[in-house]
């Protein structure tokens, strides 16, 4: 027994051994779970997607609590639409069949936050090698992923706006954009594995400076500056670019991006824009001025002009090209505000060169502005005139007294023609004023003419009106008598109605003696009684007839009174239009008589004013003829005044 125990005790340790080196790896494996717990999210999953349990990272990338998501599936995580489709479903039964997966997922945390993980799914296998569990281990690369989005979002922009190209660090090409090729010429076959020189001129692609250009990018020194370029078939292309050396993650360049946009055009207006300067340069004189008025360089033929050297006006005031007293004016004050506002002035200017020498300038002072529409430097272009404005000035002296004798030359033929238009404005005058007596006149016929048509018209209308008025009065006469025999029967009609009223009066008392009677009968002058109620009935409507006419005929009878009246004093009235009418047609007869004695006096005045008009008309065409004689001397005068002025117009 003793032997069989020492023999099997070589068993026991060995299995003790084995044991505690599974032990070992246990506490090694759960270390190290832990360690991946410390530093992950992790969360366990059922087959079917369900949460078993999570870690507090997973819970705090998330947004949940452990309580609000166990028992919950996978797809609270994911998008309504990526949790309904078949990608999604495939995912699961890719880990339902025990196959791993990892990558980069898009996850939706609480309150719909988006958070963005790199994760590994692994599924957990039983003794038999079954999945009986899925487990993530995550790492949230949200601020990473985003930052690498605007990354990618502005390198996508700069390729849209921009020209790039990459390059190996020994200048071969990787690739380049649309916007690049479009500017060389090129397709991307044509271009890609080729070396950088072929866009550059051979001499250059030979030189030392271009092998430092790629030393210094392969130290990783950053290059920019504005570039000649040669594309397909030679065209030269200008590009403002910069060469940006690509480092990895032990800072060693690897790659050369290059970012350009081409300025061939605008180098082309800035080397004509340059010719032109240069050329205005050659012609005229040019000095540049700071906004306060101080010098900042001047050219050759400026500098000649004015007597100074470079040095010796660099730095001073504008000021010292002009008088004393100009310099402290308010319009010289004036004149550098304007510039100052950027408003452009051009003239001739006096101006002082070295030693007092006066100078004169045909010159243009321009207002330069920046970028942003605001001036920063003036350049003034001149030519000088000095010997121009002398001679100009020579001229005028010289002429003055030409001028001065063809002035008094005009004076004398002015007053000659003066005296000529006088006496011709005379007779001009007289003519007018018989032109106007013989209008007059003639006016004066044809208002003698119209009054004594008028007199006879008025005549006839006065006769017309008296018999109207005769007739008028014999109409109201018959109408007063219409109205006496109006009055007389209103008057019978008024008589008539008494009688019917009294005889209505009558026979209501009569209806009503009645009516007590056949009350008196009883039942047997019920009928009657009716009938004599009806009977009073009537009888007191007649009354009430008779009072309503007779009330109207007393009306009437008061109008008709009034007519007879009024008829009265129409008649009387009538009567003294007729005398007064006949009045009036004996005066008209009259007048009408004058005018016709007025008629014929006025054609004899007439004929004598027409005969005083044909003598004036002579005198006027004589006084005419001088005076046309007269003004012809005077233009001749003026002629020659202006002909000496405008010589001497044409010399300033």
């Known amino acids: 027994m003793a032997s069989a125990a020492i023999l099997e005790q070589p068993k026991t340790t060995k299995k003790t051994n084995s044991v505690d080196a599974l032990q070992q790896e246990l506490n090694t494996l759960k270390a190290e779970l832990a360690a991946i717990g410390k530093s992950q999210a992790v969360i366990e999953f059922e087959l079917d997607g369900t949460i078993i349990t999570a870690n507090d990272n997973f819970c705090s990338a998330i947004g949940y609590s452990l309580e609000e998501i166990q028992g919950q599936h996978h797809r609270m995580f994911v998008t309504s639409e990526d949790a309904r489709s078949r990608e999604y479903l495939e995912f699961w039964s890719r880990l339902n069949r025990g196959e791993y997966d990892a990558g980069e997922y898009k996850r939706i945390g609480k309150g719909g936050k988006e958070i963005w993980i790199q994760a590994?799914?692994?599924?957990?296998?039983?003794?038999?090698?079954?999945?009986?569990?899925?487990?993530?281990?995550?790492?949230?690369?949200?601020?990473?992923?985003?930052?690498?989005?605007?990354?990618?979002?502005?390198?996508?922009?700069?390729?849209?706006?921009?020209?790039?190209?990459?390059?190996?660090?020994?200048?071969?090409?990787?690739?380049?954009?649309?916007?690049?090729?479009?500017?060389?010429?090129?397709?991307?076959?044509?271009?890609?594995?080729?070396?950088?020189?072929?866009?550059?001129?051979?001499?250059?692609?030979?030189?030392?400076?271009?092998?430092?250009?790629?030393?210094?990018?392969?130290?990783?020194?950053?290059?920019?500056?504005?570039?000649?370029?040669?594309?397909?078939?030679?065209?030269?292309?200008?590009?403002?670019?910069?060469?940006?050396?690509?480092?990895?993650?032990?800072?060693?360049?690897?790659?050369?991006?290059?970012?350009?946009?081409?300025?061939?055009?605008?180098?082309?207006?800035?080397?004509?824009?340059?010719?032109?300067?240069?050329?205005?340069?050659?012609?005229?004189?040019?000095?540049?001025?700071?906004?306060?008025?101080?010098?900042?360089?001047?050219?050759?033929?400026?500098?000649?002009?004015?007597?100074?050297?470079?040095?010796?006006?660099?730095?001073?005031?504008?000021?010292?090209?002009?008088?004393?007293?100009?310099?402290?004016?308010?319009?010289?004050?004036?004149?550098?505000?304007?510039?100052?506002?950027?408003?452009?002035?051009?003239?001739?200017?006096?101006?002082?060169?070295?030693?007092?020498?006066?100078?004169?300038?045909?010159?243009?002072?321009?207002?330069?502005?920046?970028?942003?529409?605001?001036?920063?430097?003036?350049?003034?272009?001149?030519?000088?005139?000095?010997?121009?404005?002398?001679?100009?000035?020579?001229?005028?002296?010289?002429?003055?007294?030409?001028?001065?004798?063809?002035?008094?030359?005009?004076?004398?033929?002015?007053?000659?023609?003066?005296?000529?238009?006088?006496?011709?404005?005379?007779?001009?005058?007289?003519?007018?004023?018989?032109?106007?007596?013989?209008a007059s006149t003639q006016e004066l016929i044809t208002s003698i003419g119209g009054i004594r048509d008028r007199s006879a018209e008025t005549n006839r209308l006065a006769a017309d009106t008296n018999q109207i008025a005769v007739e008028g009065g014999y109409a109201v006469t018959k109408s007063g008598e219409a109205m006496d025999l109006i009055k007389a029967s209103s008057e019978q009609i008024s008589e008539i109605i008494q009688v019917i009223s009294e005889i209505a009066s009558q026979t209501n008392l009569l209806a009503l003696n009645a009516a007590i009677e056949a009350a008196r009968a009883g039942e047997h002058g019920l009928g009657f009684a009716v009938v004599a109620d009806e009977v009073r009935k009537l009888a007191e409507r007649s009354s009430d007839a008779a009072k309503e006419i007779s009330s109207l005929i007393k009306e009437s009878t008061a109008r008709v009174n009034n007519g007879v009246e009024l008829s009265s004093q129409a008649g009387g009235a009538l009567q003294k239009i007729v005398t007064a009418v006949e009045s009036t047609s004996s005066k008209i007869t009259e007048i009408a008589t004058a005018a016709d004695e007025q008629m014929n006096m006025a054609n004899e005045v007439y004929g004598a004013i027409q005969q005083v008009a044909d003598v004036t008309e002579q005198a006027t065409a004589a006084s005419e003829e001088l005076a046309a004689s007269s003004e012809q001397l005077g233009a001749q005068a003026t002629a020659l005044r202006d002909l000496v002025e405008n010589f001497n117009t044409a010399n300033n």
């Open 120 to 438: 590994s799914y692994n599924p957990i296998f039983d003794d038999r090698g079954r999945p009986v569990k899925v487990i993530k281990y995550a790492s949230d690369v949200t601020e990473r992923k985003m930052r690498a989005a605007d990354f990618s979002g502005q390198i996508e922009a700069i390729s849209k706006s921009q020209a790039v190209i990459e390059f190996n660090m020994d200048g071969t090409v990787i690739g380049a954009n649309d916007n690049f090729l479009e500017a060389l010429g090129y397709s991307l076959s044509e271009i890609e594995g080729q070396h950088h020189r072929m866009f550059v001129e051979d001499d250059y692609a030979r030189s030392r400076e271009y092998q430092d250009f790629w030393s210094r990018l392969n130290k990783g020194e950053y290059n920019a500056g504005e570039y000649k370029r040669i594309g397909k078939g030679g065209k030269e292309v200008w590009i403002q670019a910069s060469y940006n050396p690509i480092c990895d993650l032990n800072g060693k360049p690897f790659k050369v991006v290059k970012y350009a946009i081409e300025i061939t055009q605008q180098k082309l207006e800035n080397a004509n824009f340059a010719g032109q300067i240069d050329a205005i340069g050659k012609s005229q004189a040019v000095i540049e001025f700071n906004m306060d008025g101080t010098i900042i360089g001047a050219n050759d033929n400026f500098l000649g002009a004015v007597g100074y050297s470079a040095k010796e006006i660099a730095g001073q005031h504008h000021r010292m090209f002009v008088e004393d007293d100009y310099a402290r004016s308010r319009e010289y004050q004036e004149f550098w505000s304007r510039l100052n506002r950027g408003e452009y002035d051009a003239a001739e200017y006096k101006r002082i060169g070295k030693g007092g020498k006066e100078i004169w300038i045909q010159a243009s002072y321009n207002p330069i502005l920046d970028l942003n529409g605001k001036p920063y430097k003036v350049v003034k272009y001149a030519t000088d005139i000095t010997r121009q404005v002398n001679l100009r000035n020579d001229m005028s002296h010289l002429i003055a007294d030409v001028i001065e004798n063809a002035n008094q030359f005009s004076s004398s033929a002015g007053s000659v023609s003066e005296t000529s238009q006088t006496l011709a404005h005379g007779a001009q005058t007289q003519s007018a004023a018989v032109e106007e007596i013989s």
